[in-house]
């Protein structure tokens, strides 16, 4: 039985969230088609959907790529997770027992994964520790959304070479799960909104570089001829050791 358009854009989402694909990754049509024993039709239907989810461009030419997110862009994440997470803790009433205990699951699956050598796994449940509150705190449309939120920050944090270290992430969880259980939301919200804060401060995001910068500095005047007067030269002369060397340099210079 083929895979459907639903199953193979939860995959790539899943395997974003791991950081097993990077941003700028190509996902080839035929390549996926095969690899999920379908049609490129439904290829192209998953495809179509995570584009506007965000997960994923296309170009007519180029084909389908991971998305890699500008300095605004990442920024603009951040802002909408606060909005909506902050909000979601704001909102909520007291949390059931059965919600607790699955949020709590949730939390010792993150500590065994930072034991273990599995990357992966580890990046994808601290990632969707925020879609299993939202779960827990009553609202799947929001999971949906911060589902795919998360991953955009997953690929801005790969992008960006976050320093974020995943111990604190686990703690910074374990902190606002605690205030939920006792009932303090507005410690768990403060908690979220300092969390949060935090995986975005360290992002490596560099200033605005000179886009013609490599160029300028090639097509800079060498020094040796920015104020030297063009020379005459016999046509039948044989070049001097000096030539040659100039030359070189020259030719160094712009390679």
Partial sequence: MSTSASEISARIVEAVMAQKLAPGSRLGEQQLAMLFDCSRTIVREALTRLAARGIVTVSARRGWFVIEPSQDEAREAFEARRVIELGLIRSTGRIDKAALRQLKAHLQREKAALKESDVGNRSFLLGDFHVCLAECLGNTLLADTLRDFTARTTLIAMLYQSTHDAVQSCEDHVRIVVA???????????????????VQSALRVQAPSDPLAQLRDALAPLQNTATAKPRRRNKAAT????????????LGALL
Avoid: F, K, N, W
């Avoid at 009932?183 to 979220?192: I, N």
């Avoid at 070049?239 to 020259?250: G, I, L, M, Q, R």
């Fill in 180 to 198: 939920l259980e006792r009932g303090d939301h507005a410690a768990a919200e403060a908690l979220m909104a300092e969390h949060i804060g935090t």
């Fill in 239 to 250: 070049p001097s050791p000096d030539d040659a060397t100039d030359s070189s340099t020259y």
